[in-house]
Every structure is written in structure tokens, then in C-alpha cells.
């Protein structure tokens, strides 16, 4: 029998709302902290191809963090510096049953000081492994979700 963890199923608006809520009230949304972000059909699209370019059957989300010291090629707005964001890495599923990611998501010998990149590749490649680069809350804050300073 699949768990309901198998892969993620849908939830009610209610529930959608009070995890949301909890996150909020017992982690904060301090003023300058991503709050949400928020990707395209096309993007969404384009992530199930990359899924599959890349052999895959899924996709693990990792939270990540744009670095404050360091000019990352294609970051799409200066603002998004020091922001979490989510990084998609696709994963394909072993022999016994795990779901194992396609590369590594930290390289060992990379380090966000070093302004190093990981396997060499820019951010923004048509051929790259890995998606993100989604619209940040805040600086990008629809008006549902408060701004700094509400």
C-alpha cells in the first residue's frame, strides 16, 4: 500500500491555510526572510522536462540560499541576494524503493565563499540538472502575503 508520503497528494485549503500558519507563527516571517516562491505553468512544464531529460521518475525540493558576498551569473534580481530559495533537483527511484537525487546537491569541495559554482555550471543553463529560480516573497510579494513593514 502507498502512504500518503509517497510522492505527495492533495490537501485541503484548510489544511493548506493552517500549515502555512504554523510555519508563520513558530518559525517567524521576519521582514528581510523569503516567505514564498512562486514558479510558472511554463516553469512547472518545464521542471516535468527536465525530470525526464534527466531519466528521472521525481523531484526532491531543496531549500537553498542565495549567497550575500557573491555575484551568482543570471540571478534574476540583485534584491534576491542573502534570500532562500527552493532548489529542484530531480530524482529517480532505486531498486529498493528510495528516491535517490541525480547529483549530489552539495559539493563537497564547493563552498558559497568561493563564488565557485558547482560541476562549473552557470545558473540559467538550458542544460543544466537542476531548477530554480523562482519569484521571492518578499521582494515579489502578491498583496495576500504581507510585504515587510504589514
Avoid at 11 to 36: F, H, M
Avoid at 64 to 93: E, H, M, N, Q, R
Avoid at 96 to 111: K, L
Avoid at 119 to 135: E, F, K, M, R, W
Wanted: hydrophobic fraction near 35%; aromatic fraction near 8%; glycine fraction near 10%.
Amino acid at each position: 500500500m502507498t502512504s500518503l508520503t509517497d510522492g505527495g497528494s492533495r490537501i485541503s485549503a484548510a489544511v493548506a491555510q493552517q500549515l502555512i500558519s504554523t510555519y508563520k507563527n513558530e518559525e517567524g516571517w521576519p521582514p528581510d526572510r523569503t516567505r514564498a516562491v512562486w514558479f510558472s505553468l511554463d516553469s512547472i512544464i518545464d521542471m516535468q522536462a527536465l525530470i525526464v531529460e534527466q531519466g528521472g521518475d521525481g523531484i526532491r525540493i531543496y531549500f537553498g540560499k542565495y549567497p550575500s558576498d557573491v555575484d551568482i551569473p543570471g540571478t534574476p534580481d540583485p534584491a534576491y541576494k542573502g534570500k532562500v530559495t527552493l532548489a529542484f533537483i530531480p530524482t529517480v527511484t532505486t531498486a529498493d524503493g528510495s528516491h535517490q537525487d541525480i547529483f549530489p546537491p552539495v559539493a563537497p569541495d564547493t563552498t558559497a565563499a568561493s563564488g565557485q559554482l558547482a560541476q562549473g555550471i552557470a545558473l540559467g543553463d538550458p542544460n543544466s540538472p537542476a531548477y530554480d529560480h523562482g519569484s521571492l516573497c518578499p521582494p515579489n510579494c502578491p498583496p495576500t502575503i504581507p510585504t515587510p513593514g504589514q
